[in-house]
């Protein structure tokens, strides 16, 4: 197809271009994949695709825009006023495991190839657009942080390093099962393990030690 065949229709062309990107970034990964790669799968030429982005990596980071997204909707589901606050933590990390079950692809997108050189790479607006995702979806587990400090449920801590570190510690975990020939964990496996990460990460920070958590994930 060519340019100015392509520029009657700028949004058709665009979502074909991202739909591409995105079925070659999920199946073949970052490296994996060259613009040449989307052009072909697209239907268009190659200067044709940079009308709508300037480089891949431009392309890379509206998909884990859009992973981002999908995460921050499911989020955003949980009925933080309504739930206790160890009920809350247990929602918001079987949440979080939730969308690595249901969204495997856009979560090693964004959690395990979008390094700093892509993000540098990347126009300023898709920074700061990936910027804001990342800090709604993290605000939603200092959501939870911030009424355990107030209510001195847990010590004096930071609810932006609290949410930090239990996010890191989980990430963690489900990365390993992220390695190709070096997977060792199952689903099941990792739930397991991201709630006894949780429970020990948890009981640290409690004012009182002998409180308790007790999360199934699997529910």
Same mark, same amino acid.
């Given at each position: 197809?060519?340019?100015?065949?392509?520029?009657?229709?700028?949004?058709?062309?665009? %979502?074909?271009?991202?739909?591409?990107?995105? %079925?070659? =970034?999920?199946?073949?990964?970052?490296? $994996?994949?060259?613009?040449?790669?989307?052009?072909?799968?697209?239907?268009?030429? !190659?200067?044709?695709?940079?009308?709508?982005?300037?480089?891949?990596?431009?392309?890379?980071?509206?998909?884990?825009?859009?992973?981002?997204?999908?995460?921050?909707?499911?989020?955003?589901?949980?009925?933080?006023?309504?739930?206790?606050?160890?009920?809350?933590?247990?929602? =918001?990390?079987?949440?979080?495991?939730?969308?690595? !079950?249901?969204?495997?692809? =856009?979560?090693?997108? @964004?959690?395990? %190839?979008?390094?700093?050189?892509?993000?540098?790479?990347?126009?300023?607006?898709? *920074?700061?657009?990936?910027?804001?995702?990342?800090?709604?979806?993290? $605000?939603?587990?200092?959501?939870?942080?911030?009424?355990?400090? *107030?209510? !001195?449920?847990?010590?004096?801590?930071?609810?932006?390093?609290?949410?930090?570190? =239990?996010?890191?510690?989980?990430? $963690?975990?489900?990365?390993?099962?992220?390695?190709?020939?070096?997977?060792?964990?199952?689903?099941?496996?990792? $739930?397991?393990?991201?709630?006894?990460?949780? !429970?020990?990460?948890?009981?640290?920070?409690?004012?009182?030690?002998?409180?308790?958590?007790?999360? @199934?994930?699997?529910?």
């Amino acid at each position: 197809m060519g340019i100015s065949k392509a520029k009657s229709d700028p949004k058709k062309r665009h %979502e074909k271009i991202l739909d591409a990107a995105r %079925e070659l =970034f999920f199946r073949y990964g970052y490296r $994996g994949t060259s613009m040449s790669q989307i052009a072909a799968k697209a239907g268009y030429s !190659k200067r044709t695709i940079y009308l709508d982005y300037h480089n891949k990596d431009e392309l890379f980071m509206h998909l884990v825009a859009e992973g981002l997204e999908l995460l921050l909707s499911m989020l955003l589901e949980i009925p933080h006023e309504k739930l206790a606050i160890e009920d809350a933590l247990a929602q =918001f990390f079987k949440t979080y495991f939730a969308f690595y !079950k249901e969204h495997k692809n =856009f979560f090693r997108l @964004i959690f395990n %190839e979008a390094t700093p050189e892509i993000v540098s790479n990347s126009p300023i607006k898709m *920074q700061q657009r990936v910027s804001e995702l990342e800090r709604r979806c993290m $605000g939603e587990a200092v959501k939870v942080a911030t009424r355990a400090v *107030q209510e !001195k449920i847990v010590i004096p801590i930071d609810p932006w390093e609290a949410a930090g570190i =239990f996010l890191g510690s989980v990430t $963690g975990i489900i990365l390993l099962s992220m390695g190709g020939s070096q997977t060792v964990f199952s689903d099941q496996a990792l $739930g397991a393990i991201g709630e006894k990460a949780l !429970k020990i990460l948890w009981r640290g920070i409690l004012a009182k030690p002998t409180s308790n958590i007790d999360i @199934i994930w699997d529910q």
